[in-house]
């Protein structure tokens, strides 16, 4: 934005150097500040909702489960475990289709994100001495002007994929998509019996739908905060 608008403080400044007489000076400034305004509608047309690194993945710890014991990382060695991880945002998201996402999007680790997607690969192990059963929840903490009526996530689990989406208008299963599980909760998910050392690999991409009839102008200016936990619950071998 801030390149565009030099440029146009360029224009300005040759037509004011170009303009002999005040009545060439007030045509000039009209022209500029015609050509300022048009820019700034296109700009703001081209702008749905921004991303702010408002994504995160985090284990929640639980009192009663001291046993048991799971743990992040963005690269499958483990060599700097974790218990919280952000995915890196973008400036804005504008829609697009699915069609345009590229192959390999579960390939690399960590942030990887496109020009109007979000994409991020990360690994969860249990680091505990027992087995135990590890829930994924998956949720949309906050949404403004409903911008997650046209938002496409898509998990990628071990590598088998599975794309979300908020029920259409219409009450039915947008196109090749499930559901939402319920509100704000996009998915949730146990993984059984996730015995010691045992790694589950995610990649997650997030996304505008344009093919989405919930894709309106009113979504403009919008963004969505989302979240990903894991929660705990031992399962003792017998």
């Known amino acids: ?43 703001g047309a081209s702008m749905l909702f921004k991303e702010e690194g408002v994504f995160t993945v985090s284990i929640l710890p639980k009192a009663d489960e001291e046993e048991a014991a799971i743990s992040l990382s963005e690269t499958a060695d483990f060599s700097q475990p974790v218990t919280m991880l952000g995915a890196d945002g973008i400036d804005q998201m504008t829609n697009i289709s699915v069609n345009w996402l590229p192959e ?27 087995t135990c059963d590890v829930t994924e929840r998956f949720t949309v903490e906050s949404a403004v002007k409903g911008a997650d009526d046209a938002v496409r996530v898509r998990l990628y689990k071990n590598g088998e994929m599975t794309t979300y989406a908020k029920l259409g208008a219409n009450g039915e299963p ?26 589950i690999k995610y990649t997650l991409v997030i996304w505008l739908e344009g093919d989405d009839p919930e894709c309106l102008d009113n979504i403009r200016g919008g963004n969505v905060k989302m979240s990903m936990t894991f929660t705990t619950d031992s399962t003792q071998d017998k």
């Not at 360029?10 to 400034?29: E, M, N, R, T």
């Not at 390999?104 to 001495?129: C, E, K, P, W």
């Not at 599980?181 to 045992?198: A, T, W």
Request: with cysteine; net charge negative; glycine share 8%.
């Open 104 to 130: 390999g999007l579960d390939d690399t680790d960590g942030s990887h994100n496109g020009a109007h997607y979000i994409a991020y690969t990360f690994y969860l192990r249990n680091v505990g001495d027992i």
């Open 1 to 43: 934005m801030r390149k565009f608008l030099a440029f146009f403080e360029g224009i300005y400044d040759a037509l004011i150097i170009w303009a002999k007489s005040a009545q060439w000076l007030k045509i000039a400034k009209i022209t500029v500040c015609t050509l300022v305004a048009l820019l700034t509608v296109f700009y």
């Open 174 to 199: 947008e196109f090749e998509t499930e559901p939402f599980k319920d509100g704000g909760v996009v998915f949730e998910n146990v993984n059984e019996r996730l015995k010691k050392d045992e790694t």
